[in-house]
């Protein structure tokens, strides 16, 4: 697939966050799929060669840069999507703070 996207997803475990990674998936994209437990997402999503789970807390500025890091490492880059939401660059620092200034600087 030429046109294959990046997805970052939070909240991968479970919810809208799970829904969405398993859609993603499905049309051939590769995934980023976050939680707070690696388990949990790795659990809710299965495996796949286009599935990275990681571990983020967005609350914490390490976990971001860490996760960031990996995202760039396994697929060379990363968009930013939160489940449910299209916003902006600026929304995205407002919104999640740490997590948004580190994905930006490693995409």
Not at 42 to 63: E, I, P, R, W, Y
Request: charged share 20%; aromatic share 6%; with cysteine.
């Amino acid at each position: 697939m030429t046109n294959k996207k990046v997805w970052f997803i939070t909240g991968a475990g479970r919810g809208m966050g799970a829904d969405f990674a398993k859609a993603a998936l499905a049309a051939g994209h590769a995934v980023v799929a976050t939680g707070r437990n690696t388990d949990t997402v790795s659990n809710a999503l299965g495996q796949s060669n286009d599935l990275l789970a990681v571990m983020l807390d967005v609350t914490k500025h390490a976990d971001a840069e860490a996760a960031a890091r990996a995202a760039v490492d396994r697929f060379g880059r990363t968009a930013i999507r939160r489940p449910g939401e299209a916003c902006s660059c600026a929304d995205h620092h407002r919104q999640s703070g740490a997590a948004a200034a580190a994905f930006h600087r490693w995409r």
